[in-house]
Protein backbone atom coordinates (compact mmCIF):
# COMPACT_ATOMS: atom_id res chain seq x y z
CA UNK A 1 0.00 0.00 0.00
CA UNK A 2 1.50 3.16 -1.12
CA UNK A 3 1.77 5.92 1.34
CA UNK A 4 2.60 9.82 1.04
CA UNK A 5 3.16 12.11 3.74
CA UNK A 6 4.00 15.45 3.46
CA UNK A 7 6.20 17.35 6.24
CA UNK A 8 7.10 20.85 6.54
CA UNK A 9 6.85 23.84 8.47
CA UNK A 10 3.50 25.05 9.05
CA UNK A 11 4.17 29.01 9.25
CA UNK A 12 5.83 31.03 7.20
CA UNK A 13 6.25 34.39 6.57
CA UNK A 14 5.71 36.48 3.68
CA UNK A 15 8.30 37.10 1.19
CA UNK A 16 10.57 34.06 2.55
CA UNK A 17 10.45 30.60 1.22
CA UNK A 18 8.38 27.54 1.24
CA UNK A 19 9.50 24.11 1.79
CA UNK A 20 7.71 20.63 2.08
CA UNK A 21 9.13 17.05 1.49
CA UNK A 22 6.84 14.61 0.25
CA UNK A 23 7.89 11.04 1.95
CA UNK A 24 6.69 8.14 -0.10
CA UNK A 25 6.61 4.45 1.82
CA UNK A 26 5.17 0.98 0.17
CA UNK A 27 5.93 1.08 -3.13
CA UNK A 28 8.56 1.62 -6.59
CA UNK A 29 9.15 5.11 -6.02
CA UNK A 30 11.51 5.02 -9.41
CA UNK A 31 9.55 3.50 -11.52
CA UNK A 32 8.88 4.99 -14.76
CA UNK A 33 5.63 4.44 -14.89
CA UNK A 34 4.89 7.42 -12.03
CA UNK A 35 5.94 10.93 -11.34
CA UNK A 36 5.40 13.07 -8.17
CA UNK A 37 3.21 16.28 -8.31
CA UNK A 38 2.65 18.69 -5.64
CA UNK A 39 -0.59 20.49 -5.82
CA UNK A 40 -2.40 23.16 -3.23
CA UNK A 41 -5.53 24.62 -2.17
CA UNK A 42 -6.74 27.22 -0.63
CA UNK A 43 -9.44 27.02 1.98
CA UNK A 44 -12.80 27.32 0.28
CA UNK A 45 -11.26 27.38 -3.23
CA UNK A 46 -10.05 24.72 -5.69
CA UNK A 47 -7.13 22.85 -6.99
CA UNK A 48 -3.90 24.30 -8.17
CA UNK A 49 -1.18 22.36 -10.24
CA UNK A 50 2.36 23.14 -8.74
CA UNK A 51 4.81 21.10 -10.68
CA UNK A 52 5.77 17.35 -11.19
CA UNK A 53 9.07 15.64 -10.95
CA UNK A 54 10.36 12.30 -12.35
CA UNK A 55 12.86 10.28 -10.45
CA UNK A 56 15.02 11.37 -13.56
CA UNK A 57 14.92 14.70 -11.86
CA UNK A 58 12.64 15.97 -15.06
CA UNK A 59 10.63 18.60 -13.75
CA UNK A 60 7.73 20.53 -15.32
CA UNK A 61 6.11 23.36 -13.55
CA UNK A 62 2.95 25.15 -13.59
CA UNK A 63 4.10 27.98 -15.94
CA UNK A 64 2.16 30.88 -13.66
CA UNK A 65 4.69 29.79 -10.76
CA UNK A 66 7.63 28.66 -12.35
CA UNK A 67 9.72 31.81 -12.00
CA UNK A 68 9.73 30.72 -8.17
CA UNK A 69 9.31 27.12 -7.78
CA UNK A 70 12.22 24.16 -8.04
CA UNK A 71 11.26 20.41 -7.14
CA UNK A 72 13.74 17.99 -6.02
CA UNK A 73 14.02 14.03 -5.68
CA UNK A 74 15.74 12.31 -3.49
CA UNK A 75 15.63 8.73 -4.53
CA UNK A 76 17.84 7.80 -2.03
CA UNK A 77 15.31 8.41 0.70
CA UNK A 78 12.42 7.92 -1.47
CA UNK A 79 11.39 11.60 -1.00
CA UNK A 80 10.37 14.91 -3.00
CA UNK A 81 10.48 18.40 -1.77
CA UNK A 82 9.30 21.71 -2.79
CA UNK A 83 10.54 25.16 -2.47
CA UNK A 84 8.48 27.76 -3.24
CA UNK A 85 10.16 31.54 -2.97
CA UNK A 86 8.70 34.73 -1.97
CA UNK A 87 5.68 33.96 -0.78
CA UNK A 88 2.68 36.33 -0.18
CA UNK A 89 -0.39 35.54 2.09
CA UNK A 90 -2.76 34.33 -1.06
CA UNK A 91 -0.74 31.41 -1.05
CA UNK A 92 -1.69 30.02 2.55
CA UNK A 93 -3.34 26.78 1.56
CA UNK A 94 -3.37 23.04 1.93
CA UNK A 95 -0.35 21.82 -0.01
CA UNK A 96 -1.05 17.95 -1.36
CA UNK A 97 1.62 15.62 -2.48
CA UNK A 98 0.60 12.94 -5.49
CA UNK A 99 1.32 10.70 -7.59
CA UNK A 100 1.14 10.40 -10.91
CA UNK A 101 0.79 7.22 -13.07
CA UNK A 102 0.50 6.47 -15.91
CA UNK A 103 -1.89 3.95 -17.07
CA UNK A 104 -2.27 1.73 -20.06
CA UNK A 105 -3.58 3.20 -22.79
CA UNK A 106 -1.38 6.25 -22.72
CA UNK A 107 -3.32 8.35 -20.24
CA UNK A 108 -2.43 9.43 -16.34
CA UNK A 109 -3.86 10.46 -13.48
CA UNK A 110 -3.30 11.34 -9.89
CA UNK A 111 -3.91 8.14 -8.29
CA UNK A 112 -2.73 8.47 -4.59
CA UNK A 113 -2.32 11.52 -2.44
CA UNK A 114 -1.37 12.38 0.82
CA UNK A 115 -3.45 13.98 3.39
CA UNK A 116 -1.97 17.43 2.57
CA UNK A 117 -0.38 19.67 4.80
CA UNK A 118 -1.78 23.37 5.79
CA UNK A 119 1.22 26.13 5.55
CA UNK A 120 0.07 29.90 6.44
CA UNK A 121 1.43 32.88 4.97
CA UNK A 122 1.84 35.16 7.62
CA UNK A 123 4.22 37.60 9.95
CA UNK B 1 -3.76 29.89 -20.34
CA UNK B 2 -6.01 27.10 -21.02
CA UNK B 3 -8.87 27.03 -18.76
CA UNK B 4 -11.22 23.65 -17.61
CA UNK B 5 -14.68 25.57 -16.41
CA UNK B 6 -17.74 23.77 -14.72
CA UNK B 7 -20.63 24.41 -13.06
CA UNK B 8 -20.39 25.47 -9.09
CA UNK B 9 -22.83 23.72 -7.67
CA UNK B 10 -25.12 20.75 -9.30
CA UNK B 11 -28.25 18.91 -7.17
CA UNK B 12 -29.56 15.66 -7.26
CA UNK B 13 -32.07 13.60 -5.44
CA UNK B 14 -31.19 10.21 -3.68
CA UNK B 15 -31.66 7.60 -6.72
CA UNK B 16 -31.21 9.56 -9.43
CA UNK B 17 -28.48 10.63 -12.05
CA UNK B 18 -26.45 13.51 -11.99
CA UNK B 19 -24.22 14.76 -14.23
CA UNK B 20 -21.16 17.33 -13.77
CA UNK B 21 -19.59 18.90 -17.04
CA UNK B 22 -16.43 20.52 -17.93
CA UNK B 23 -15.59 22.77 -20.65
CA UNK B 24 -12.51 23.55 -22.54
CA UNK B 25 -11.11 24.38 -26.05
CA UNK B 26 -11.22 21.30 -27.82
CA UNK B 27 -11.06 19.09 -24.84
CA UNK B 28 -12.20 16.47 -26.47
CA UNK B 29 -8.72 15.93 -27.74
CA UNK B 30 -7.26 15.85 -24.62
CA UNK B 31 -7.36 13.05 -21.88
CA UNK B 32 -9.93 14.31 -18.83
CA UNK B 33 -9.94 13.04 -15.12
CA UNK B 34 -11.99 13.57 -12.64
CA UNK B 35 -11.39 13.94 -9.15
CA UNK B 36 -14.19 13.41 -5.67
CA UNK B 37 -13.06 15.56 -2.64
CA UNK B 38 -14.96 15.20 0.35
CA UNK B 39 -15.01 17.75 2.77
CA UNK B 40 -11.51 17.45 5.20
CA UNK B 41 -10.15 14.74 3.13
CA UNK B 42 -7.55 14.61 -0.29
CA UNK B 43 -8.97 14.03 -3.48
CA UNK B 44 -10.00 10.65 -5.36
CA UNK B 45 -9.08 9.89 -8.48
CA UNK B 46 -12.78 8.31 -10.18
CA UNK B 47 -12.29 8.82 -13.70
CA UNK B 48 -9.37 8.69 -16.22
CA UNK B 49 -8.77 8.74 -20.09
CA UNK B 50 -11.74 10.12 -19.93
CA UNK B 51 -14.11 7.03 -19.04
CA UNK B 52 -11.70 4.88 -17.04
CA UNK B 53 -12.74 4.17 -13.35
CA UNK B 54 -9.70 2.77 -11.62
CA UNK B 55 -9.92 -0.38 -8.83
CA UNK B 56 -12.50 0.24 -6.45
CA UNK B 57 -14.68 3.11 -7.95
CA UNK B 58 -18.29 1.79 -8.19
CA UNK B 59 -19.62 1.17 -11.51
CA UNK B 60 -21.99 4.16 -11.50
CA UNK B 61 -19.27 6.53 -12.43
CA UNK B 62 -19.26 6.90 -15.57
CA UNK B 63 -17.06 10.09 -17.68
CA UNK B 64 -17.26 10.84 -21.64
CA UNK B 65 -15.67 13.35 -23.29
CA UNK B 66 -16.31 15.07 -26.89
CA UNK B 67 -16.25 18.29 -28.91
CA UNK B 68 -15.62 20.92 -26.01
CA UNK B 69 -16.96 19.09 -22.75
CA UNK B 70 -16.33 16.52 -20.78
CA UNK B 71 -19.41 15.01 -18.61
CA UNK B 72 -18.90 12.47 -15.01
CA UNK B 73 -22.40 11.02 -14.59
CA UNK B 74 -22.97 9.72 -11.51
CA UNK B 75 -26.13 6.86 -11.99
CA UNK B 76 -28.05 5.76 -9.01
CA UNK B 77 -26.88 8.58 -6.97
CA UNK B 78 -26.06 8.06 -3.45
CA UNK B 79 -25.49 10.40 0.21
CA UNK B 80 -22.11 9.02 -0.10
CA UNK B 81 -21.69 11.00 -3.24
CA UNK B 82 -22.18 14.39 -1.96
CA UNK B 83 -18.57 16.30 -2.15
CA UNK B 84 -17.21 18.21 -4.67
CA UNK B 85 -16.03 17.15 -7.74
CA UNK B 86 -12.73 18.72 -10.40
CA UNK B 87 -12.20 18.00 -13.60
CA UNK B 88 -8.13 17.61 -15.19
CA UNK B 89 -7.00 17.76 -18.19
CA UNK B 90 -2.81 18.51 -19.59
CA UNK B 91 -2.37 21.40 -21.68
CA UNK B 92 0.85 22.17 -22.72
CA UNK B 93 3.02 20.24 -20.41
CA UNK B 94 0.70 21.86 -17.82
CA UNK B 95 -2.52 20.12 -15.34
CA UNK B 96 -4.95 22.32 -15.59
CA UNK B 97 -7.93 21.70 -13.10
CA UNK B 98 -11.38 23.00 -13.17
CA UNK B 99 -12.75 24.85 -10.63
CA UNK B 100 -14.73 22.36 -9.02
CA UNK B 101 -18.33 21.70 -8.97
CA UNK B 102 -20.18 20.88 -5.61
CA UNK B 103 -22.77 18.25 -5.66
CA UNK B 104 -25.74 17.87 -3.06
CA UNK B 105 -27.62 15.15 -2.80
CA UNK B 106 -31.41 16.12 -1.47
Known amino acids: QVQLQESGPGLVKPSQTLSLTCSVS??????????WNWIRQPAGKGLEWIGR???????NYNPSLKSRVIISVDTSKNQFSLKLSSVTAAETAVYFC???????????????WGQGTLVTVSS | SYDLTQPPSVSVSPGQTASITCSGS??????TCWYQQKPGQSPVLVIY???KRPSGIPERFAGSNSGNTATLTISGTQAMDEADYYC?????????FGGGTKLAVL
Open chain 1, 53 to 59: IYTSGST
Open chain 2, 26 to 31: KLGDKY
Open chain 1, 26 to 35: GGSFSSTTYY
Open chain 2, 49 to 51: QDY
Open chain 2, 88 to 96: QAWDSSSVV
Open chain 1, 98 to 112: ARGNWFEGGSDGFDI
